[in-house]
Every structure is written in structure tokens, then in C-alpha cells.
């Protein structure tokens, strides 16, 4: 949800400082050079999954210790996944590429890059 869709600051030239309200929920509310804010609100979806008791704890553990809430460790953890799965896709795509102009192993690119 967001409360202004037409209203754009940066387009118009005007300094934003954006803070997150509820991470949980993915709320921010920008704050511009005058007394003016604009709360925005991402759609977030549900999902539900199954964990063994011992990962639950351990993310229980977690969150009291963090003092962050389960679903943003949870969350913190997808998106972290998601980009590696990503780098990997990209690596094996352009894998023979770089096998053409001779980088083999990483050392081969480290060593062409530095």
C-alpha cells in the first residue's frame, strides 16, 4: 500500500530522507525538506513452511538475542540465498565465456583483475 503513488520527490528535486517505520511489515516514511512525509508501505505476501524443532529454537535463540523479530531473520536469510542463487546462475551462464579467454579457476581472474 502506499499512501502517495503520484507524488515523486526526487523528481521534482527535493532532498528525501527515508527510516524504515516497521521493518516487519516494510514501511517507510520519507521525510522532505518541509514539513511533508510521504508513508510507504510494500505488500508482503504469507507464506508457511515446516521446520524441525531444533532450527525453530535455534531461530527463537536468535531472534531474543538480535532483538529482531523471526520473520525478518527469516526473511534477511531468503533474500541472502536468492542473491547467491542468482550470482551462481550468472557464473554458469558465462562460464564458457571465460573459459574461451582462458580464466579457468578464480585465481586466473584475480590474477587478470589485479
Known amino acids: 500500500m ?4 503520484t507524488y515523486q520527490p526526487a523528481a521534482r528535486g527535493l532532498l528525501v530522507a527515508s527510516r524504515p517505520v516497521s ?14 512525509f510521504v508513508l510507504q508501505c510494500l505488500t508482503m ?3 508457511t513452511i515446516r521446520l524441525p524443532n531444533d532450527l525453530r529454537s535455534d531461530l527463537q535463540r536468535l531472534s531474543q538475542e538480535q532483538n529482531k523479530p523471526v520473520s525478518d531473520i527469516v526473511r534477511e536469510s531468503i533474500r541472502r540465498y536468492v542473491a547467491v542463487e542468482k ?11 571465460a573459459e ?12 587478470a583483475i589485479s
Do not use: Y
Not at 87 to 97: E, G, Q, T, Y
Open 45 to 47: 505476501n504469507t507464506i
Open 87 to 97: 550470482f551462481r546462475a550468472l557464473r554458469k551462464k558465462s562460464l564458457p565465456f
Open 2 to 5: 502506499r499512501v502517495s503513488n
Open 23 to 36: 521493518p516487519s511489515v516494510g514501511c517507510e516514511i520519507e521525510f522532505l525538506t518541509f514539513p511533508i
Open 100 to 111: 574461451a579467454q582462458g580464466f579457468l579457476t578464480d585465481e586466473d581472474v584475480f590474477r
